[in-house]
């Protein structure tokens, strides 16, 4: 299979930070860290999915212009990004894991709807729901 | 907050004066602070927030955190709590069987009585007649991860409980209730 979703983006604060989030904390890997002066493509990639690419992005000129650039700082600030799904075999397990780690959750783990499901955001503010696969 | 955002701002700042655009924005660093507040208040709402645990939450002072809430996510902080109560009342009515008085207490109220009439000015009905009408219909959101099935029926409350009373009293004073929780 060639077709499909290639990369994602997410807008971050802080590009170290965001690395050091994903790579350090959750275990993602790095897929292409790449300079040009100030601009920096840098995506990451679950272990399990090496063709899906999460991208790590400032928002930044000259992609975007001064103003905006800082309204969008603003609204990942503020929680108001789209929310995020990762899928774990054992939601209880992976949070105290991640905790230890110093990931910030939001909420516990809880069971319903048959699967169990956690909440937690990065350092820059994008909400992350950690759900149990349904067996 | 790095050097680097530090002095990206003051150039962003730079140029936003340079093109007259105001830059009426919040601090990023700032509100996720505010943000981390918020996130301790839908954990646990029916916790009691008062503006000092809010503030420490977000390491600012008292009065400078409830003129930055509102100013980030366009209601006061003890609104927000109140429209997350109903929010979780009317989730706890629709799809349990538990009694009423120990729905308002789960959702932090202390008294039967305050809680059905604040439910009822902020959704039209009271607790019987919502669960009445909601558990007859039938739901179909178990495809929809929690949070945001939860959000849909967070209700809208964009004027002060005080004030939505008044309106239909038809009484027009202006309102003197404080809405930040002491």
Redesign the interface.
């Known amino acids: 299979m060639t077709e499909g979703i290639g990369v994602v983006g997410l807008y971050v604060?802080?590009q170290d930070g965001a690395l050091d989030f994903y790579v350090g904390k959750l275990g993602f890997q790095v897929h292409t860290d790449a300079r040009n002066g100030n601009y920096r493509w840098l995506t990451v990639k679950h272990p399990n999915q090496p063709s899906f690419e999460l991208g790590l992005f400032l928002p930044?000129e000259p992609v975007l212009d001064?103003?905006t650039?800082?309204?969008m700082?603003?609204m990942?600030?503020?929680?108001a990004m789209p929310?995020l799904?990762l899928v774990v075999d054992d939601c209880r397990a992976a949070y105290d894991k991640l905790r230890a780690k110093g990931v910030?959750f939001?909420?516990?783990p809880?069971a319903?709807?048959g699967g169990v499901?956690a909440?937690f955001?990065d350092p820059?503010?994008n909400a992350w729901?950690m759900?149990e696969a349904r067996s | 907050m790095g050097q680097a955002d530090q002095s990206r701002i003051v150039a962003d700042a730079a140029k936003a004066r340079y093109w007259n655009v105001s830059m009426a924005g919040q601090d990023p660093a700032l509100l996720r602070r505010l943000l981390r507040a918020k996130d301790r208040m839908d954990a646990a709402s029916e916790e009691d927030w008062p503006v000092e645990r809010l503030a420490n939450v977000s390491g600012v002072s008292e009065a400078h955190f409830a003129r930055s809430f509102k100013e980030a996510f366009g209601v006061p902080p003890h609104r927000y709590l109140l429209t997350r109560r109903i929010e979780r009342a009317k989730a706890l009515l629709r799809d349990t069987d538990a009694p009423i008085i120990e729905i308002a207490f789960q959702t932090g109220w202390n008294s039967l009585g305050t809680f059905g009439r604040v439910f009822r000015d902020v959704t039209g009905k009271s607790p019987s007649e919502l669960r009445a009408r909601e558990q007859a219909s039938a739901h179909q959101l178990d495809q929809v991860p929690h949070c945001f099935v939860s959000a849909a029926y967070r209700p809208g409350l964009k004027i002060a409980v005080s004030e939505k009373r008044r309106r239909k009293a038809g009484d027009r004073t202006d309102p003197e209730e404080t809405e930040v929780p002491k």
């Open positions: 604060h802080d930044q001064a103003v650039a800082h309204t700082r603003e990942v600030a503020k929680g929310p799904v910030e939001i909420q516990e809880i319903r709807f499901d909440n955001r820059s503010g729901k759900i």
